[in-house]
């Protein structure tokens, strides 16, 4: 089991930024990659940035330039798997609930999907 927990949304004003935290506990080596995806009220989720255990990264083209992933950072103490997201030159359509997911690949080439409770990012014009 993996628990997730997203941290570090608030409020900010266009062309700010923020930097989100996404901690994940528990079975933190079954890990192979995790993402950042939002949901704007009225919109379905969408992803944002993904990073692999190998450090591979991948981003949704309205936010290239923009956000930056970090890689896997875990603990010292071996206990959690931190992600951030970077989010920088902020827009008021960048506004939304963030969610984090850590997933894992499982041998039949299926993903297993644990969702943190996400954070509101609010972008004021």
């Known amino acids: 089991q993996v628990q997730v927990v997203e941290s570090g949304g608030g409020l900010v004003q266009a062309g700010g930024s923020l930097r989100l935290s996404c901690a994940a506990s528990?079975?933190?080596?079954?890990?192979?990659?995790m993402d950042w995806y939002r949901q704007a009220p009225g919109k379905q989720r969408e992803l944002v940035a993904t990073?692999?255990?190998?450090?591979?990264?991948?981003?949704?083209?309205?936010v290239k330039g923009r956000f930056t992933i970090s890689r896997f950072t875990i603990s010292t103490d071996n206990t959690k798997n931190t992600v951030y997201l970077q989010m920088n030159s902020l827009k008021p359509e960048d506004t939304a609930v963030y969610y984090c997911?850590?997933?894992?690949?499982?041998?039949?080439?299926?993903?297993?999907?644990?969702w943190g409770q996400g954070t509101q990012v609010t972008v004021s014009s």
């Open positions: 997911n850590a997933g894992r690949i499982l041998s039949d080439a299926t993903r297993y999907n644990y």
């Open positions: 528990g079975s933190i080596f079954s890990i192979d990659v």
């Open positions: 990073v692999t255990s190998v450090g591979m990264t991948n981003y949704a083209d309205f």
